[in-house]
Nanobody, 117 residues
Framework: VQLQASGGGSVQAGGALNLSCAAS????????MGWYRQAPGAQRELVAT???????SYSGAVKGRFAISRDSAKNVVHLQMNSLKPEDTAVYYC????????????WGQGTQVTVSS
C-alpha cells in the first residue's frame, strides 16, 4: 500500500489550500483515513479523519475551518483548508488504517503547508 499526498504550498493568512492523498495497492478492510500534521519542534498531531460510514472528526484547532472528504471509489481523501492561520504551518501527513489482513497503519510522505502572516 502506498499513499501519495499532494497540494501543499505557501499561502497568506486567511487563504485556502486543498490537500489530496491517493492510496494505491491492496486496499482491503478500510477503517479510517485522515491527516496529521507536525510543526517544527512539535509532536505529530491529528488534524482530521474520515471513516467508512462516512463519519468525520476534527481537532479543535481546525474544526469549522477544514473539511475532510473521501472518494471511496478512487481511494482518495481530500482536505479543504480554509481561513488558514500561521499556526497551521506544518508538514501534513496522510494516514490510512486497514484491518485486512491485519490492523496496519500506513503513512504518506508528507507535504509542506506554510501560512504567512
Amino acid at each position: 500500500v502506498q499513499l501519495q499526498a499532494s497540494g501543499g504550498g505557501s499561502v497568506q493568512a486567511g487563504g485556502a489550500l486543498n490537500l489530496s492523498c491517493a492510496a494505491s495497492g491492496s486496499i482491503y478492510g478500510f477503517r479510517v483515513m485522515g491527516w496529521y500534521r507536525q510543526a517544527p519542534g512539535a509532536q505529530r498531531e491529528l488534524v482530521a479523519t474520515v471513516t467508512n460510514a462516512p463519519a468525520t472528526s476534527y481537532s479543535g484547532a481546525v474544526k469549522g475551518r477544514f473539511a475532510i472528504s473521501r472518494d471511496s471509489a478512487k481511494n482518495v481523501v481530500h482536505l479543504q483548508m480554509n481561513s488558514l492561520k500561521p499556526e497551521d504551518t506544518a508538514v501534513y501527513y496522510c494516514n490510512l488504517v486497514l484491518a485486512t489482513p491485519r490492523l496496519t497503519t500506513y503513512w504518506g510522505q508528507g507535504t509542506q503547508v506554510t501560512v504567512s502572516s
